[in-house]
């Protein structure tokens, strides 16, 4: 192989080599960005429907289970009547216990999440605008060096230190994620290859092929995940005309529920009355 020959094969190879290291560059700019939704900003976009609107949510789930348990009081105590019989509401009450439990577990796992949410709120650590910089910027280094869609060839000590890194990052503690960068920093950059033989050059450009897939699917995650809830809220909760809006609608649906819940509650006390229940 002449000089030129050799030149050209290892600009080539330089050229992969760069190319690479923008991809791996990109890559971790968008995974980074992944888990800020995912760690930090999903979390607050919680709290803050669980303020504004949540707790009309859960005022209307436990105004359709009020509706649903007279409606189908009465539907019981009808079909009794009809078929002859002296309608026993004990027994009625006791059914209705058992047909309603899933709907009241639903409402009592509703309300838990909801004061979590709240506690989130009141006692979660808001970073300044320096320290929030800072801390992403450190946890952008770490996933470039530690992150298996990044380089997924990590070893096990290292996968335990990112996943370290992670649950720094989901608390905000900037102490702990500036350890861990200095570590990572003492780790190096991992070597590509060394030698530029053509073997080099077929394995660089099967990286790049891998590593713009790999690009492709996260960038496709992240759309995923911003169309998904909670983040598809992050907007709408900073416009008090869509905030007021929801809140009336939900308020709408709550009084409907409980004008059939009273509704169903007189057409019970006129079936009692008429037909001499069993208490």
């Not at 047909?99 to 949410?117: G, I, S």
Request: one cysteine or more; a neutral charge; glycine letters at 2%.
């Amino acid at each position: 192989m002449n000089i030129g020959q050799t030149l050209k094969r290892d600009s080539v190879v330089i050229a992969l080599r760069d190319e690479i290291k923008v991809l791996r560059e990109s890559i971790a700019s968008t995974l980074s960005e992944i888990d800020f939704i995912r760690l930090q900003a999903n979390h607050r976009i919680e709290a803050e429907y669980a303020l504004k609107i949540g707790c009309y949510e859960n005022e209307l789930l436990k105004s359709d289970i009020a509706a649903r348990r007279e409606k189908r009081k009465y539907t019981l105590l009808l079909s009794a009547i009809n078929s002859g019989q002296k309608p026993d509401l004990t027994h009625i009450e006791a059914q209705l216990n058992h047909e309603l439990h899933v709907w009241e577990e639903h409402l009592q796992a509703a309300y838990d999440r909801y004061r979590k949410l709240l506690f989130y709120r009141k006692n979660s650590r808001f970073l300044s605008e320096k320290d929030s910089k800072r801390i992403t910027h450190l946890y952008r280094i770490i996933v470039k060096r530690l992150h298996p869609d990044v380089c997924p060839n990590t070893t096990e000590w290292e996968q335990t230190l990112f996943f370290s890194a992670q649950s720094a990052y989901e608390r905000g503690d900037l102490v702990s994620l500036e350890a861990i960068a200095v570590t990572v920093e003492g780790l190096g950059e991992k070597d590509l290859l060394r030698s530029v033989d053509m073997d080099t050059r077929s394995v660089l450009e099967a990286e790049v092929l891998m590593l713009t897939s790999t690009q492709k699917n996260i960038e496709e995650r992240l759309l995923e995940i911003k169309a998904e809830t909670p983040y598809c809220y992050a907007e709408k909760l900073k416009d008090k005309k869509w905030v007021i809006n929801t809140v009336l609608s939900i308020k709408e649906k709550i009084i409907f529920n409980q004008n059939v819940r009273v509704q169903y509650l007189d057409r019970i006390k006129g079936l009692t009355r008429e037909s001499g229940c069993i208490s």
